[in-house]
């Protein structure tokens, strides 16, 4: 199920990722595989937007784009792929990380959680959607 369908309210979703967020020194995109097929996804990027760090703060990195397939779910890939991020966001010098994440998506929230990830108020774009956002932080 596409996440436009679990969350058809308008300004509920918020997929932008530019190709440049991600690059060398600005943040990291990884594909999870499982016996060579790709399961699953997730994405880094260092806060850049000057009124976002003054939001959030300075040596901040927003998690986007964390997917693992369903059929998969369940085998530590969506760990596996949380700890590889937490190690770029280390190697690129960030102090914490924040990330949003669907009210529905109770999986997502019950790994966040496990991994030392607790509730912060809405930010940047996602002040719009507050009734379907939940917003994380974690301390590197």
């Given at each position: 199920m596409e996440?436009?369908?679990l969350y058809p309210e308008p300004g509920a979703n918020h997929f932008r990722l530019?190709?440049?967020?991600?690059?060398?020194g600005n943040g990291i995109f990884v594909v999870a595989r499982w016996h060579g097929r790709p399961v699953g996804c997730g994405a880094l990027r260092c806060i850049r937007?000057?009124?976002l760090r003054r939001e959030l703060g300075p040596r901040v990195g927003e998690l986007k784009r964390m997917y693992v397939?369903?059929?998969?779910?369940?085998?530590?890939?969506g760990r596996a792929l949380?700890?590889?991020?937490e190690t770029e966001g280390r190697v690129l010098g960030l102090a914490r990380l924040v990330l949003?994440?669907?009210?529905?998506?109770?999986?997502?929230?019950?790994?966040?959680?496990?991994?030392?990830?607790?509730?912060?108020?809405a930010y940047g774009e996602y002040?719009?959607?507050?009734?379907t956002s939940v917003c994380l932080t974690k301390t590197l």
């Open positions: 996440l436009s369908a530019d190709q440049d967020e991600v690059a060398p937007d000057n009124a397939a369903p059929d998969v779910r369940g085998q530590g890939i949380l700890d590889r991020l949003e994440t669907g009210t529905r998506q109770a999986e997502a929230l019950a790994l966040y959680r496990r991994a030392g990830f607790t509730a912060i108020s002040v719009a959607s507050s009734a």
